[in-house]
């Protein structure tokens, strides 16, 4: 063999070590690639609590319980000078609603009627207190309770923690709502976000305008908040005027309201029921909300497109239903975020994008959504509290009771998740306290738990409709709505974020490519590969190839 044909076979053999050190590269390129895009799908799957669900556990218990409400005052006696003076009447203290958090439960406290000292407050979860009737600790402060300071808390009856530990508090400003007289404090009304990790520092506060949510004409009760785009805020004001849902943008610092007469107006033929043997003529309009997951596991997708994009699944209802009603009704979150949408619409263009999921077998005050897509709901004639899989069709099957006690379950308020799949009820006697028939030597005001399989709503995977991935920020001279975040201006190029599907879209079908796409690029880079590898081969031989 000659020296040049030895020369060749030796730097073919090198080539050859190249290559297999590339194509080892390359490989292992190739899984990295394919594991991210295996992670970016797996994150449509909801996390799910960690420690499994003992037998005994899905059984709702007692956690707390009181016949009247106290709170921690400084001293005795200052609570002497609270006693003698009317600022604290404990027979007409009522806790609404009920948000769990680290090591505390947050309870609101609505100042329906003289006496009230505190509208927010928080006791320490059970496993870490001894009583069982605990003293509410006024949060983030007295100060920040002081009746008929307007920059304080006047009158809270909804609040809600997003996945950040961020707590949105709905204040109507307006006290003693339920007694006559004039001695009454009207303030704006105003939404507080207060941060749970640093003592409830405020680090935002806004005041509805007028022409949203009228000082003194108000009824703000609950609130569910959604993180896309920025963070809204959904909260239903069952104002006999002007009942609707309310909708905050906390990245355009700016609120406006959806109204739709058919489904969030009281129905006449439920305005009568019975509690517990009290006879009710309750006509109260848009009451409960729910805020569903974005992801369907049963829809299907298109297969011409990118089975992410080629659905519905990144969609959220917002659930709701008035006080006096048997239906429970849906709209599109995306429809009640965007504000051109709700500026020009008719009514008739809202009713066509409602949903009536059909009838239940009783009114509901309380109910929530977990992050496995499964409504929570209370029944109030039933004394019951029941369970609806929202993936399915809205049956009296599907509606499942899982827990009935005529004596424990009085008014179903409200609920929350906590981080561990514990599902908290505020029960408390609403019927009688609305009546003047709360006895004090009786117990009429609980917190039930029971352990569930899904953690909170806001617990929905992250996905590009919620990340800022999205955003297309004008600059100084553009001509985009601005809007302020943190203190720095930004500009929208053209459009609000609500109908910026189209970009969002883009950007989701080019981060959240399918497995199958990611199969075939794969394959086309192993193709490239081996053509690569026989050009080199035969240009080393010195061999032509065609």
Not at 340 to 346: I, L, S, V
Not at 518 to 543: E, S
Request: negative net charge.
């Amino acid at each position: 063999m000659s020296s040049d044909a030895t020369s060749r076979i030796s730097n073919v053999g090198r080539l050859l070590t190249l290559l297999v050190t590339l194509g080892c590269t390359t490989g292992q390129q190739i899984a990295n690639d394919l594991q991210q895009q295996q992670q970016q799908l797996d994150i449509l799957s909801p996390p799910t609590p960690a420690s499994p669900i003992a037998p005994g556990e899905r059984q709702f218990r007692v956690m707390y319980e009181w016949n009247v409400l106290d709170f921690a005052f400084a001293t005795e006696d200052e609570r002497s000078r609270a006693l003698f003076s009317g600022r604290y009447i404990p027979k007409n203290v009522l806790i609404s609603d009920c948000k769990p958090h680290t090591n505390r439960l947050y309870l609101t406290i609505p100042r329906m009627l003289p006496g009230v000292p505190a509208t927010l407050g928080y006791v320490v979860r059970p496993e870490n207190n001894g009583r069982t009737d605990p003293e509410i600790v006024p949060y983030p402060s007295w100060e920040m309770n002081e009746r008929g300071n307007c920059s304080a808390l006047q009158f809270v009856q909804g609040i809600a923690v997003d996945k950040h530990g961020i707590m949105w508090v709905v204040d109507s400003g307006r006290t003693e709502t339920l007694s006559r007289g004039a001695d009454h404090v009207v303030c704006p009304p105003k939404l507080l976000l207060l941060d749970l990790k640093r003592n409830g520092s405020v680090i935002l506060r806004y005041q509805f305008p007028e022409s949203v949510v009228p000082p003194g004409n108000n009824y703000l009760n609950k609130v569910v908040v959604d993180d896309a785009y920025g963070g809204f805020a959904y909260i239903t004001d069952n104002s006999g005027a002007d009942p609707g849902i309310v909708v905050f943008s906390r990245r355009l610092v700016r609120s406006w309201k959806v109204r739709e007469n058919n489904s969030m107006r009281a129905a006449r033929n439920s305005v009568r029921f019975a509690v517990n043997g009290t006879e009710l003529n309750f006509s109260i309009h848009i009451d409960s909300i729910a805020l569903g997951p974005y992801y369907n596991p049963n829809l299907e997708s298109d297969g011409a497109l990118d089975p992410l994009i080629g659905s519905h699944n990144y969609e959220r209802n917002v659930y709701y239903c008035p006080l006096s009603s048997h239906h429970i009704y849906s709209l599109p979150a995306s429809l009640l975020r965007d504000p051109e949408f709700n500026a020009r619409a008719t009514p008739r263009d809202i009713l066509e994008v409602v949903t009536d999921y059909g009838e239940k077998s009783s009114q509901t005050d309380g109910m929530i959504m977990d992050n496995q897509g499964v409504l929570y709901f209370g029944l109030l004639g039933e004394h019951a509290i029941a369970r609806w899989d929202t993936y399915k069709p809205f049956t009296a099957k599907n509606q499942q009771i899982v827990a009935r006690d005529p004596t424990y379950i009085q008014w179903v308020d409200s609920m929350g998740f906590d981080h561990e799949g514990y599902l908290y009820v505020t029960i408390n006697r609403l019927h009688n306290f609305v009546a003047g028939r709360l006895n004090p030597l009786e117990v009429n005001f609980r917190i039930l738990r029971a352990k569930t399989a899904g953690l909170s709503y806001v617990e929905t995977p992250d996905n590009l409709f919620n990340s800022d991935a999205k955003y297309l920020y004008g600059d100084a001279g553009g001509t985009g709505e601005t809007f302020v975040d943190n203190v720095l201006r930004f500009q929208y190029e053209g459009t609000t974020p609500a109908s910026s599907r189209l970009a969002a879209a883009g950007i989701l079908g080019s981060a959240g490519r399918s497995t199958a796409a990611a199969t075939a690029a794969v394959g086309h880079g192993v193709i490239g590969f081996v053509a690569l590898f026989a050009v080199l081969v035969a240009g080393t031989l010195g061999l032509h190839v065609a």
